[in-house]
């Protein structure tokens, strides 16, 4: 059946009108299987989002981040096997023939990059690049679909939009190419909008400005939003939910002022320690020892053992599952049980 | 020191990749071995090579001793596996031993033009500048002439013989050469190590020798290995119009031009020239293409 | 000399006592160990339309100085100009105009030193990436290059290549034979630290030689660096985008804008009390670790612009909040801010006419 129906028939609230979550995922894995390799990228990722929510995902490389978000997407190579669950607006993204899911991107889901210079096509200007993608998805006219571009690039902040509309790519400067492309992935009102590392290239004073403006459209629009990055710092400007994730599994989850205040798991209490901060200076940093782990050879048990500060016996025999720290927190750490937190760094609150 | 030690052993066994390393060639070599295309015009390839080296020692007919009778006698003849020629030679005899001649002329011209080629592009495209314009513009000059003419006009010119032959094969080929090697050399160029080995303060011959040719000359390779093929078709074409190889030699392309009139009478004879010309330069053509496939991963 | 960052700063005591020591040391510990003096360089390009030439003047008179045992940041955006200042500094490139002065001796010029001798003392650690180790040699053999070149023979070149490996972390057993592609990220920055120390230096440039690590590894060869600083009496230039790692690893601190310093001096003084609205807003656009208390306005609106066509004036004036008519025609001067603070800006400089400058 036609995904605009589908999309008519999935409302997050259901049917009886409980608040359901927008974005549903369970037991995600993640296979690259190829002649040359096989290596499992994600072991198991499960997590749920509401309507109007940022999520941000939180890691290093390795960690699995950016390939969760590719795969809610179905943009992976060929080599990947997905297995598990995901539903977004209640409709089964794993079934989805390609057809319907080029009919759920850009108007259900729609996905901002690190790199704009790769994701805008440099032959294009940016004018006929959205006013394309709203035509092929809302099917109005040229004019139409013209003023619209436009509307959305003065929504998005770029100065002098009626002129840019006919820039092309590379005469734009970083920071108007990634807001030109946050234009070009709202141009259909998404729901659910994937952002992966979208201000890790830009500079700081540009970077801000993303930010907040991301924050803003996110309020207007009641958008979700998942962000995927590795600046913790970034995460508390911009993230409701933090989700901190290592060697392909999530490790702790819950909203941000509280895993940023007290952190349960090892990792995310040795990734806030790393933060390098005013304090910091004359001192010794205190850097998780050893490196990111080699994902064809995990460890048996928990992949973090090997770094941890507060390792046990048990912690190499079984990988620890995900635990209840609080109603909105878990942490996948032996610590939850016996009631233990990690040392946190003194936050300079 | 912990955070020094970046070498955690897990549950004390060493970490998977603490193997034998294995070198870049080492990989390339491992990935051409398990391509079954390269694998079986390699295997064509050793055999043609083989015949051609081996020829004197082999039990084979005179590739010269001409016959009244026995000509144009098809191939399965007893005595003639393939038949003979329009003056009665043994044509078996006359492949293999034109092979050595063929394989000749597609080979060493394509060796020499690569060490010209490389040497004047690699140069061009370290130093940049007033030696790049030198040296490129110079090579654009013999760019600009279709390289069947210019070998043409060169052999006519010089006269026929299979000296003039291969001296005018390995001028048509270096512009291209310099022109890929320049362009390859201007892309490593760039990279920080090279930058990095500059700061050293180490002299250009250094940095070329050290550092660039290992990085460029692969794609170089790859590049000449394809030119083999064009090579052995050219030397065959300018056998075929009597500039090349003289009579009673044997060479692929001659044979194609004196067995022509006959191909009416003799088809079956009149082609073998033309399929030992088209297997050899396919199966260079191929494996030219496996050797970039291999070459195409990052370490 | 001129006018600008006029600083000497003594290094301390044990500091001091090892450049006592040190046989190539020349002026002496009061002597900085690197002069920029008014470095500029410009690159031309030919434009897209016809006859107009496009002239990108990344680095338009900058005048600085690194005392010895000290570690100098230079921070900035894109198109401040600070890589192409390490690569002057180190002499991949030449200025334009300008000169360099290394330990008291001239670099270039027939009375001083070659550049080849200042590439003796002076070496670079660039940004890790996967260009920065030629992918072709093994870690040894990139390592050795250095001292081959200046003269060691291979035995001699290979063992000061294993040493400095295990200097910094990478024990030459398991990592002499290997190739980078083989690496982690911080494995392959120790190895450009390691070739960059195989040469002995004095003075090392580090062009943004942690921005590419994941932080936890970002941390470790903080400590390795702060580490062989000490160890070997080296002296730093750190240039960095990251303001924290500035701030944590450097004494004092350069801000650049658009191939300009606007404002240097001693890094708590950059850091608590800055008077540069750019290095103000720089400041304040970095995210805070507080949920809490969220940034509400973005401090400065636009991009950086390009090196092509800076403004007349301050180069800073089309994005300043304290912009005047007097910023558009007079370029600001770097003066002095307290002691060996200074920042160019006609609102912090006394009897320039901005309305906010004392008279």
Not at chain 1, 67 to 88: E, F, K, Q, S
Not at chain 2, 95 to 115: D, E, H, K, Q
Not at chain 2, 261 to 273: D, H, R
Not at chain 3, 35 to 42: F, G, Q, R, S, Y
């Amino acid at each position: 059946m036609g995904v605009t129906q589908m999309m008519a028939d999935a409302r997050p609230g259901g049917i009886s009108g409980t608040p359901a979550a927008l974005v549903e995922v369970r037991d995600l894995t993640l296979r690259l299987l190829s002649r040359d390799m096989d290596v499992s990228l994600l072991h198991g990722v499960s997590f749920t989002l509401h309507q109007g929510e940022v999520l941000c995902l939180v890691g290093e490389s390795g960690s699995g981040k950016t390939v969760t978000l590719r795969a809610l997407m179905r943009l992976l190579p060929p080599t990947a096997n997905i297995g598990g669950n995901i539903r977004i607006a209640g409709i089964d993204v794993g079934s989805l023939t390609p057809r319907q899911m080029i009919g759920i991107r850009g108007s259900l889901v729609a996905m901002i990059f690190q790199e704009p210079a790769t994701a805008l096509d440099p032959t294009f200007t940016i004018g006929q690049q959205i006013a394309e993608t709203v035509r092929v998805h809302d099917r109005v006219s040229h004019s139409a679909a013209r003023g619209r571009a436009l509307e959305l690039l003065e929504l998005v902040q770029i100065p002098s939009a009626r002129r840019r509309l006919d820039a092309y790519p590379h005469e734009l400067s970083g920071g108007l190419r990634q807001r030109a492309m946050i234009a070009l992935a709202l141009s259909c009102r998404p729901k659910l909008l994937l952002a992966d590392e979208p201000t890790t290239a830009l500079d700081a004073t540009v970077q801000i400005q993303v930010l907040l403006l991301l924050r803003r459209l996110q309020r207007e629009f009641g958008m979700a939003i998942i962000f995927v990055t590795h600046d913790v710092g970034v995460a508390c400007e911009i993230a409701d939910q933090l989700a901190v994730m290592y060697a392909g599994r999530l490790v702790e989850s819950g909203p941000v002022e509280e895993v940023i205040a007290a952190p349960a798991h090892p990792y995310t209490a040795g990734l806030l320690r790393s933060v390098v901060h005013a304090q910091s200076r004359g001192t010794r940093l205190e850097p998780i020892p050893g490196a990111p782990p080699d994902l064809t050879a995990l460890p048996r048990g928990c992949g973090f053992a090997p770094r941890c500060g507060y390792v046990r016996p048990e912690c190499t025999e079984r990988m620890p599952e995900l635990l209840a720290v609080s109603p909105t927190r878990s942490a996948r750490c032996l610590l939850v049980t016996s009631g233990e937190r990690p040392r946190a760094p003194p936050m300079p609150f | 020191m912990t955070d020094h030690a970046v070498e955690l052993p897990v549950d004390g066994a060493p970490r998977a990749w603490v193997r034998r390393p294995h070198g870049y060639w080492g990989g390339v070599s491992r990935r051409l071995s398990r391509d079954p295309t390269t694998l079986v015009c390699a295997l064509i390839l050793t055999t043609v090579v083989l015949a051609a080296l081996l020829a004197p020692y082999l039990d084979l007919a005179d590739p010269y001793r001409t016959s009244v009778i026995y000509r144009l006698k098809p191939p399965g003849t007893p005595g003639h596996l393939l038949g003979t020629d329009e003056l009665g030679r043994d044509l078996l005899a006359r492949l293999i031993y034109g092979g050595r001649l063929s394989l000749l002329m597609g080979f060493v011209p394509v060796l020499i033009a690569t060490l010209v080629g490389a040497v004047l592009g690699i140069l061009a495209g370290y130093f940049g500048g007033l030696v790049n314009a030198a040296i490129m513009r110079t090579m654009d000059v013999f760019y600009a002439f279709p390289s069947i003419l210019l070998a043409v006009a060169i052999s006519g010119v010089l006269g026929g013989g299979v000296m003039n032959g291969l001296f005018s094969l390995t001028l048509i080929f270096i512009p291209s050469i310099a022109r890929v090697s320049e362009s390859i050399t201007m892309g490593v160029r760039t990279q920080d190590f090279v930058d990095a080995a500059r700061v050293t303060g180490a002299y250009p011959h250094q940095i070329l020798l050290s550092h660039i040719l290992k990085n460029v000359i692969g794609q170089i390779l790859v590049f000449s290995s394809s030119l083999i093929s064009i090579s052995i078709v050219v030397a065959a074409g300018l056998s075929f119009l009597g500039l090349g190889v003289a009579p009673p030699q044997a060479e692929w392309g001659l044979m194609l031009s004196t067995l022509r009139p006959t191909i009416y009478v003799a088809p079956l004879n009149a082609i073998l020239p033309g399929i030992m010309i088209f297997i050899t330069s396919m199966c260079f053509n191929l494996m030219s293409d496996g050797l970039r496939n291999a070459m195409d991963v990052k370490g | 000399m001129t006018g600008g960052s006029m600083l000497t700063t003594m290094p301390d005591q044990a500091t001091q006592a090892a450049l006592m020591r040190d046989p190539r040391d020349i002026g002496g510990p009061r002597q900085p160990m690197l002069i920029a003096e008014n470095l500029t360089k410009h690159f031309t390009f030919d434009g897209d339309r016809l006859g107009a030439r496009v002239v990108v003047r990344a680095v338009d008179g900058v005048s600085f100085m690194v005392c010895k045992g000290e570690t100098l940041g230079i921070v900035g955006e894109s198109g401040c100009g600070k890589s192409t200042t390490a690569r002057l500094l180190v002499g991949l490139i030449k200025p334009d105009t300008g000169a360099l002065v290394f330990d008291g001796e001239e670099v270039g010029s027939v009375r001083g030193i070659s550049i080849r001798r200042m590439q003796r003392s002076v070496q670079m650690v660039f940004q890790d990436s996967y260009a920065s180790l030629n992918p072709r040699l093994t870690l040894a053999d990139t390592v050795a290059f250095g001292p081959r070149v200046s003269g060691h023979s291979r035995r001699a070149a290979r063992a000061r290549a294993e040493a400095v490996l295990a200097l910094v972390g990478l024990a030459p057993k398991l990592y002499a034979a290997r190739y980078p592609h083989e690496l982690s990220g911080g494995q392959r920055q120790r190895v450009n630290i390691a070739r960059a120390l195989a040469m002995e230096p004095r003075l090392l440039i580090l062009d943004e030689a942690v921005s590419a690590l994941d932080k936890s590894i970002e941390a470790q060869v903080l400590n390795l660096l702060q580490e062989l600083k000490a160890r070997l009496h080296l002296t730093y230039v750190f240039i960095s985008h990251d303001l924290s790692v500035v701030r944590f690893i450097s004494d004092r601190v350069m801000v650049m804008y658009l191939g300009k310093t606007v404002e240097v001096g001693p890094v708590e003084d950059i850091y608590d009390n800055p008077r540069h609205p750019y290095t103000r807003a720089l400041l304040s656009s970095r995210p805070s670790m507080n949920p809490r208390q969220r940034r509400t306005e973005p401090p400065l609106s636009g991009d950086p612009p390009s090196p092509i066509d800076p403004p007349s004036g301050c180069r800073f004036r089309t994005r300043c909040v304290l912009a005047e008519p007097v910023c558009a025609t007079v370029a600001p001067p770097l003066t002095a801010q307290g002691s060996a603070h200074f920042a160019a800006c006609h609102a912090a400089t006394p009897g320039s006419g901005h309305s906010a400058a004392a008279a």
